[in-house]
Nanobody
Framework: QVQLVEFGGGLVQAGGSLRLSCAASGSSFSINFMGWYRQAPGKQRELVATFTNGGNTRYADSVKGRFTISRDNAKNTVYLQMNSLKPEDTAVYYC?????????????????WGQGTQVTVSS
């Protein structure tokens, strides 16, 4: 099992910045990739930014040039630097990871989600 804990949400004025972090912990696991999703009230959860299995990054068009995803592999932590925030960025932000879990005699890939952190951008 892998646990994801997110930090850094809050209330910020439009044009401001926030930095989210997400740390993965557990036993007998390795991270394939990590990323961030968000869900606004009444909307479906959507991709914000993620590392791909090949180590590249992918961003939603709406955040390109404003958000930056980064990671610290040694700490199994992923970050999301959010600049020039807009009211439409208001959502619950979720950390996501696909991890390889090793069991006795077998292993497999599993997807995990964090509990979510609220980001509110006021106009």
């Amino acid at each position: 099992q892998v646990q994801l804990v997110e930090f850094g949400g809050g209330l910020v004025q439009a044009g401001g910045s926030l930095r989210l972090s997400c740390a993965a912990s557990g036993s007998s696991f390795s991270i394939n990739f990590m990323g961030w999703y968000r869900q606004a009230p009444g909307k479906q959860r959507e991709l914000v930014a993620t590392f791909t299995n090949g180590g590249n990054t992918r961003y939603a068009d709406s955040v390109k040039g404003r958000f930056t995803i980064s990671r610290d592999n040694a700490k199994n932590t992923v970050y999301l630097q959010m600049n020039s925030l807009k009211p439409e960025d208001t959502a619950v932000y979720y950390c996501n990871t696909q991890a390889r879990i090793t069991f006795t005699g077998s292993s497999g890939n599993y997807v995990y989600w964090g509990q979510g952190t609220q980001v509110t951008v006021s106009s």
